[in-house]
């Protein structure tokens, strides 16, 4: 029943390896986004896909790469993680014309 | 490009009493959207209230209420007879009219409760 889902909710690795957090919603919307919390919770946008496009991508390093099979999913695959990727990552979605954005639980990643 | 500033990185308030935090946004926009987010220690975004900017009337759910300013672009809000279950992260947004705008989020204020 949950609207935007994401998974794993916790992850730990080390650095270097590359891993995938999914995002999958069940709300109809067209537009899904990555935003990143940092260690001092401020929260910033990465991505953003409309109808599996991507629409906004803000400056993150191309290790970071989305991908969005259909309008429901949006992963995020992250290689050769560094130390300050450490982070919590939310995914979220949206349908026009409603204003609201939906959030995912979130992903804490922590990278040894 | 549109920011968001809050001022306040903490505050405090006694159970029962009212707070109210601040905020304050950039924007060349007359149409756009402006949202408080609450985080818990549970890290879920919960959506506190929002407000359209065309609209005068200041938004009011329960004990949340906000004074928006838009000239000043001022979004202040107001948490009456306060709660242990209030205590968290305030995050204020703003949002661009449009389908797939993007929330541009403040620094975010953390709220304590005391007893």
């Known amino acids: 029943d949950t609207a935007v889902s994401q998974t794993p909710k916790y992850l730990v690795t080390q650095m270097g390896n590359d891993k995938s957090i999914k995002c999958e919603q069940n709300?109809?919307?067209?537009?899904m986004y990555w935003y990143k919390q940092d260690s001092k919770k401020f929260l910033k946008i990465m991505f953003s896909y409309n109808n599996k496009e991507l629409i906004i991508n803000e400056t993150v390093p191309n290790r970071f790469s989305p991908k969005s099979p259909d309008k429901a999913h949006l992963n995020l695959h992250i290689n050769s993680l560094e130390l300050g990727d450490s982070a919590v990552y939310f995914c979220?979605?949206?349908?026009?014309?409603?204003?609201?954005?939906?959030f995912g639980s979130g992903t804490q990643l922590s990278v040894l | 490009a549109q920011t968001v500033t809050q001022s306040q990185p903490e505050m405090s308030v006694q159970e029962a009493e009212t707070v109210t935090l601040s905020c304050t946004y950039d924007?060349?926009?007359?149409?756009?959207?402006l949202f408080w987010y609450k985080q818990p220690p549970s890290r879920q975004m919960i959506l506190v209230i929002r407000?359209?900017?065309?609209?005068?009337q200041n938004a009011t759910e329960n004990r949340f209420s906000v004074n928006f300013q838009k000239a000043a672009k001022s979004f202040s809000l107001k948490i009456s007879d306060s709660q242990l279950g209030d205590a968290a992260m305030y995050f204020c947004a703003y949002r661009r009219k449009g389908g797939s705008e993007k929330l541009v989020f403040g620094k975010g204020t953390k709220l304590t409760v005391n007893p």
């Open positions: 924007t060349s926009e007359s149409d756009y959207y």
């Open positions: 979220a979605s949206s349908h026009a014309p409603n204003e609201k954005l939906f």
């Open positions: 709300l109809g919307h067209d537009t």
């Open positions: 407000q359209e900017a065309y609209k005068q």
